[in-house]
């Protein structure tokens, strides 16, 4: 008797071997049979005739750390195929924190992730966090060590030099976030604190994680050019001896993709263990103090705040807003509701009716919003993604902020399936097995999800079921609230989480995610 069968389907294994027809029986969490099951007893079914049934999809790029912890069933995310989150990426998240340090982050991440102050409820440690959310959500959720958290246990908020006796506190701090269950070390290296990381203290810090050989996971330093953060990433990972993986790579024109690929392919696969991720569309999002001169930095977050009327910073601020096109630059989201007219407005529109230079205009506002203001880059399609979508080394990370309002990225609604229907059945640009493959096989044995990744007799039931004549993305920057198509059915650890494209209801079997734990 299984509890579970999903009747003739094309499965599409994630491990790139060919499609096939088969049956398959669910018992408990695990896929217990995978073979022509007629007359077999179950108690429920699905008819997965003529839709593809592969391994859940992963994200290993996501900022849903505290959206998770209000909206545990997150469709926006659900309806693409994804069963499994990574969190706490970009070096920035809730945890670890001590009494001197949380409410900085809650300050800071509020363009992010929204939390407020009032929803802390004691946390510390990453296991504290995760602990928040295991078996809470329809989602499977993993992690990593955000390094800014760290670094500031240690040293403190500031730009400082770690002694040598700090080091050691920096490398025990990560061995703990893996003994919690991270999966490696994250950085995002034009971001508070650890903007101001020497290489050497970074290489210092990913030693904590050599024995696991968890993986170095950055945000590179863009401020230097995104070829030297490549580079600066791939020597951190030789000299530390760990994996390497580049988060939300690109290029902007055609010579930059051509050197980046060069140095992947000549350089960084031979001296490390290297990959990267990559959202299917050229336009990108972060926070407005961002944007900052990383001075603002100097005294800690809070103290931030304070810094923004200083004619000095702001001559420097708007040093930097002269070289940016603030045309194709617009809000997405912020907190004040008398502000809300603002979204999917460009920054150059909104300049223009202060009648005020844009470092002033601009600085006021973070100043009314509390720091919290969230912009999308928006930029036209023009294909210099596709170089990396079809790298060997790529694997999914959507970078996906949700919030239920304002107009943000569409890469939160549409990623997955954006890669599924523009890429491989429009453009043809890889095939669906391949497609598959880095959305769930390669991640999965990348961050030593065991028993995930995979259909495959033993392996945990984490499923999805589409058409692959239709799933689409229909978010668009415009109208980005708009959930995908052809994504039928989802299922995580055994439990149908989304049936014919709509929710079930109160069903929440996600758990957390340990590296090389099954």
């Known amino acids: ?50 839709c593809v049934v ?17 909206q545990p069933h997150l469709l926006s995310k659900t309806t693409q195929g994804f069963t499994t989150e990574f969190l706490m990426l970009d070096g920035i998240s809730y945890a670890p924190v001590n009494a001197q340090t949380v409410h900085a982050w809650i300050q800071y991440l509020r363009a992010l992730d929204g939390l407020r102050f009032e929803q ?104 230097r050019g995104t070829l030297e953060g490549v580079k600066e990433a791939v020597d951190i990972g030789r000299r530390a001896g760990v994996p390497v993986h580049i988060s939300h790579l690109k290029g902007n024109t055609e010579a930059e993709v051509e050197a980046l690929i060069d140095y992947i392919d000549l350089v960084a696969v031979n001296e490390v263990d290297f990959s990267f991720d990559v959202y299917p569309y050229m336009g990108s999002s972060t926070m407005l103090q961002y944007l900052l001169p990383l001075e603002v930095w100097n005294d800690g977050v809070l103290a931030a705040y304070g810094k923004l009327t200083a004619p000095a910073l702001r001559e420097r601020f708007q040093r930097r807003l002269d070289t940016m096109d603030l045309k194709q630059i617009t809000f997405a989201w912020m907190p004040g509701r008398h502000n809300q007219h603002l979204c999917g407005m460009t920054l150059e529109k909104y300049v223009s009716r202060t009648r005020r230079r844009p470092a002033d205009a601009l600085c006021d506002l973070l100043i009314e919003e509390g720091m919290a203001v969230l912009l999308v880059f928006q930029r036209t399609e023009d294909g210099l993604e596709a170089e990396f979508l079809d790298h060997p080394c790529y694997m999914m990370g959507s970078d996906g902020i949700f919030f239920p309002s304002g107009k943000i990225h569409p890469r939160q609604y549409g990623s997955a399936p954006r890669l599924l229907g523009h890429y491989v059945r429009r453009k043809r640009l890889m095939s669906l097995e391949d497609a598959v493959y880095k ?62 494209g709509k929710p079930v209801s109160g069903a929440l079997p996600g758990r957390y995610l340990r590296f090389g734990i099954e």
Not at 28 to 48: K, N, Y
Not at 56 to 70: C, K, N, P, Q
Request: hydrophobic share 40%; net charge negative.
């Open 439 to 500: 959305l769930s096989g390669f991640p999965a044995a990348r961050h030593k999800l065991r028993g995930r990744g995979a259909v495959r007799k033993g392996y945990f039931a984490d499923l999805v079921i589409f058409d692959p004549e239709t799933v689409h993305d229909n978010a668009t920057f415009d109208d980005p609230h708009q959930l995908s198509s052809g994504v039928e059915h989802v299922i995580v650890n055994g439990v149908p989480i989304l049936k014919e």
């Open 120 to 223: 802390y409820t004691g946390w510390e440690s990453i296991a504290d966090f995760m602990r928040l959310l295991d078996g809470k959500t329809a989602q499977n959720v993993a992690t990593f060590v955000p390094y800014a958290n760290v670094r500031t246990l240690a040293l403190g908020f500031g730009e400082r030099n770690a002694n040598d006796y700090q080091l050691v506190d920096l490398q025990e701090l990560v061995r703990q976030g893996m003994r919690d269950g991270a999966c490696g070390l994250s950085t995002g290296l034009d971001y508070v604190d650890e903007c101001f990381a020497t290489t050497d203290e970074l290489v210092a810090a990913a030693l904590g994680m050599r024995a696991e050989q968890g993986v170095y996971v950055t945000h590179v330093r863009y401020a």
């Open 1 to 50: 008797m299984f509890d579970l069968i999903i009747r003739s389907g094309t499965i599409v294994d994630g491990q790139k071997r060919p499609r096939y027809h088969a049956d398959i029986g669910i018992t408990g969490d695990r896929i217990t049979a995978i073979e022509s099951l007629a007359g077999a007893e179950t108690h429920a079914e699905i008819d997965a005739a003529d």
């Open 54 to 70: 592969a391994p859940g999809f992963i994200d290993v790029h996501t900022h849903s750390d505290a959206v998770l912890l209000t």
